[in-house]
């Protein structure tokens, strides 16, 4: 994007960007101010959601003062850092994206999993949707009543504007291209060997595994669009970046 941009709803109606459009509730601002890309929003979605709380969130969604600024020019290192459970990027309707939990096998839980980590077995937000109690567009609501994606918002994405979905938090663009992108990452084969037990089936982080190959994305989820280094949303795990190949923006650490 070039030059001053700005998008918004208002109380009523549907204001529409570059083929997007917004629902009367959802409110986003997209800007240009030096060498940064700004994004503020109330991080309400343009489209439906489930009910929450519900079985599996017992959280209550409500609207957000989101206001992060990522690199307008970013810059590729050598080496990918982590990310954690938290915000990896924004998508263009102002929502965050957290692909991450911070949830593990836990035995002693009545739920059966609890944010103590000692089991090694983190839970995987998609693989694991009906007990997170993830909605149709593959999000649900944190303790602090934040909305956000862990998986590819299919519904959402369907717009006349292109393919970029949002912007990871060091700057670079995040893609959706459908079965076109191609995950680097596989389900292990066999049995897990402690922990839960059973056979590796994606409940948890640890059952998939980056095998790489022939036309399969790098192990954050990158590859290369018209000439140009992006992320991609994918249909299937990791879903959206889990490292970044960039330097994060400060703003997404509270997010």
Request: avoid cysteine; proline fraction near 3%; glycine fraction near 20%.
């Given at each position: 994007m070039t030059g001053k941009i700005a998008l918004a709803a208002g109380a009523a109606g549907i204001v529409a960007f570059a083929g997007y459009a917004f629902a009367a509730n959802n409110w986003v601002e997209i800007s240009e101010r030096?060498?940064?890309i700004c994004i503020r929003s109330n991080n309400i979605p343009n489209h439906a959601t489930g009910q929450f709380p519900n079985r599996g969130n017992p959280h209550t969604?409500?609207?957000?003062?989101?206001n992060v600024c990522v690199s307008s020019n970013p810059r590729k290192r050598n080496r990918a850092s982590g990310?954690?459970?938290?915000a990896i990027g924004?998508?263009?309707?102002?929502?965050?994206i957290r692909p991450g939990t911070a949830d593990y096998w836990d035995p002693r839980s009545p739920r059966g999993h609890s944010r103590n980590r000692g089991s090694g077995w983190n839970l995987e937000g998609m693989?694991?949707?009906?007990?997170?109690?993830i909605d149709s567009a593959n999000a649900h609501v944190d303790n602090r009543g934040k909305y956000h994606y862990h998986g590819t918002p299919i519904s959402a994405l369907k717009t006349k504007g292109g393919t970029q979905v949002g912007y990871a938090s060091d700057g670079f663009e995040i893609h959706y291209i459908g079965s076109k992108a191609k995950s680097g990452y596989r389900l292990k084969k066999g049995t897990r060997p402690s922990g839960p037990g059973g056979r590796y089936d994606g409940t948890y982080v640890e059952d998939w595994v980056y095998v790489g190959g022939s036309g399969a994305l790098d192990q954050c989820n990158g590859g290369m669009l018209n000439g140009k280094f992006v992320y991609f949303a994918t249909n299937t795990f990791p879903y959206y970046p889990r490292c970044l190949w960039g330097r994060p923006s400060s703003d997404f650490?509270?997010?």
């Open positions: 030096g060498n940064q969604m409500h609207a957000q003062k989101i990310t954690g459970p938290g924004i998508a263009l309707n102002g929502v965050l693989g694991a949707a009906n007990l997170l109690g650490r509270r997010m």
